[in-house]
Antibody, heavy 120, light 110 residues
Framework: EVQLLESGGGLVQPGGSLRLSCAAS????????MGWVRQAPGKGLECVSAISGGGGSTLYADSVKGRFTISRDNSKKTLFLQMNSLTVEDTALYYC?????????????WGQGTLVTVSS | EIVLTQSPGTLSLSPGERATLSCRAS???????LAWYQQKPGQAPRLVIY???TRATGIPDRFSGSGSGTDFTLTISRLEPEDFAVYYC???????????FGQGTMLEIK
């Protein structure tokens, strides 16, 4: 059974940093691209970053480029999102998601999310 | 960047009725990269359709997807009480490379 378990969220002041983690199990982690998708309270979905299975290719939404860094440790089956220079607009539930397969750009499994609140 | 526009914003229907949700892209997208998700309150999104028309694992056959180019549709043939939720379409753009979501359609019980 595929499981994705996010952690690392919390309350942080504007300008601060957080590191999110996503522990994966139930599939061959290094074979799949992974992504971070966030959802601000009462709003829609936004993919902020994604990374290839081997970690060599990354992408970022303009809203986080230069502030967020995605990475992965395939030996530990863990995905990370380092978030720096946080602003109140970064307040959201952050989901870790697994790409379906190489034939399609969709996410077939999602974690339950970790809440990031940026407030003074 | 590809912008996805979903319509209507809210759809009010009764169980047993047919639901038709629309997703329009600002430029042509590959059908292989068009997906639909269902999200219920307090839950993570759930993949419903990928590749524009393929049902994800465990999705009942009352759900179907269609379309190509810039216009895509999610159809639920006979609504069940558990189908009422928010639905998002999603695609992937090449320039810049980015996953994009529509703003969502809320399917509510009339």
């Amino acid at each position: 059974e595929v499981q994705l378990l996010e952690s690392g969220g919390g309350l942080v002041q504007p300008g601060g940093s957080l590191r999110l983690s996503c522990a994966a199990s139930g599939f061959t982690f290094n074979n799949y691209d992974m992504g971070w998708v966030r959802q601000a309270p009462g709003k829609g979905l936004e993919c902020v970053s994604a990374i290839s299975g081997g970690g060599g290719s990354t992408l970022y939404a303009d809203s986080v480029k230069g502030r967020f860094t995605i990475s992965r440790d395939n030996s530990k089956k863990t995905l990370f999102l380092q978030m720096n220079s946080l602003t109140v607009e970064d307040t959201a539930l952050y989901y870790c998601a697994k790409r379906s397969d190489s034939s399609t750009r969709s996410f077939d499994y999602w974690g339950q999310g970790t809440l990031v609140t940026v407030s003074s | 960047e590809i912008v996805l526009t979903q319509s209507p914003g809210t759809l009010s229907l009764s169980p047993g009725e047919r639901a038709t949700l629309s997703c329009r892209a600002s430029q042509s997208v590959s059908s292989s990269n068009l997906a639909w998700y269902q999200q219920k309150p307090g839950q993570a999104p759930r993949l419903v359709i990928y590749g524009a028309s393929t049902r994800a694992t465990g999705i009942p056959d009352r759900f179907s997807g269609s379309g190509s180019g810039t216009d895509f549709t999610l159809t639920i043939s006979r609504l069940e009480p558990e189908d009422f939720a928010v639905y998002y379409c999603q695609t992937f753009g090449i320039s810049p490379p980015l996953y994009s979501f529509g703003q969502g359609t809320m399917l509510e019980i009339k």
